[in-house]
């Protein structure tokens, strides 16, 4: 284990094929882990821990590609990276999350992103926080078991690029937010068996029922005034689709392509629409 125990930045390199990062630091100072092109798993735990920290970032150093993987049956600490405090993720190189217990981020408080890019696979959610889940940019990749993003408080979605499924049970969602969910901004496609719908939407936004469930791998093409805004592979099974995007708008076109296989066009009204696609 490699143990931080004081503020600063600390940039980490390379391998380290059984251990863990953690960040314990008693006075709660600020602290930046930078990842420059490291690979790490944890046959028994996070692969990064943030047990007691005022504020910690994780920076994804540009050009790099970093991997992060956890093992065991840590119910405690249930991420590849579990902090007790809030985190924020920022930097322009790749990180991918491999869950082997839980979830692939997890927070008792809140998950911030920035900038970056995120690929991140899942036994449960991709990401869980209990207090908010705020994304102002980067590009997120998230293939969640149970949900795809759950927050047990609010959801904001303010930037970025989030491509998200999950939801392999019937009664979980691709997007849950127990609290408030919030948008102003950025893209938002997800695939599911239900979804959270926003609260506050600055422009119209779409959520499309199937009717019934749709084979894993069957490849999702969202169309927006006969733009392809979106082509993805949901790796569960689905029922439901949404899109959040900044060029919806009243009197905008929308239709799914199925494998092919277009649904009828449907037209955008204000605030919430629900197409049927069954």
């Given amino acids: 284990m490699i143990t931080i125990s004081a503020g600063g930045e600390y940039r980490f390199a ?3 094929s059984d251990g863990q990062i953690c960040v314990n630091t008693a006075t709660e100072e600020a602290v930046t882990v930078v990842l420059d092109g490291v690979d790490i798993t944890n046959s028994s735990g996070p692969a990064i821990l943030v047990y007691e920290a005022k504020k910690c970032t994780i920076k ?6 970093n991997t992060l993987r956890d093992g065991g049956n ?19 190189g790749t990180l991918n999350i491999i869950s082997g217990n ?34 102002n940019g980067g590009t997120l990749d998230i293939k969640g078991g149970t949900n795809g993003i759950k927050s ?6 303010n930037g970025g690029t989030a491509v998200v499924s999950g939801g392999t049970k019937e009664e979980k969602s691709s997007i849950y ?13 997800a695939a599911g068996n239900q979804v959270s719908v926003p ?3 600055v422009n119209p936004y779409i959520v499309a029922d199937l009717g019934e469930s ?21 790796h569960n099974n689905f029922r439901c689709l949404m899109m959040l995007a900044p060029e919806t708008a009243s009197g905008s076109s929308f239709r799914a392509v199925l494998n092919g296989s277009s649904s009828e066009t449907f037209t955008v009204g204000d605030g919430q629409n629900l197409f049927s696609l069954k």
């Fill in 177 to 189: 937010s127990a609290g408030g969910f919030n948008y102003t901004d950025g893209y938002l496609f």
């Fill in 74 to 92: 840590d119910k405690t600490n249930d991420g590849v990276i579990f902090s007790n405090d809030t985190l924020r993720f920022k930097g322009n």
């Fill in 214 to 234: 749709v084979a894993a791998g069957t490849t999702v093409e969202m169309v927006l005034d006969n733009v392809q805004m979106c082509s993805f592979a949901p």
């Fill in 102 to 135: 839980a979830h692939g981020i997890a927070s008792d408080d809140d998950i911030i992103f920035e900038n970056g890019i995120y690929n991140i696979t899942s036994i449960k959610s991709g990401l869980f926080a209990h207090d908010d889940v705020t994304i």
């Fill in 199 to 201: 609260s506050y939407s």
């Fill in 152 to 157: 047990k408080g609010t959801l904001n979605i």
């Fill in 60 to 65: 994804v150093r540009e050009g790099t590609v």
């Fill in 14 to 16: 390379g391998t380290l």
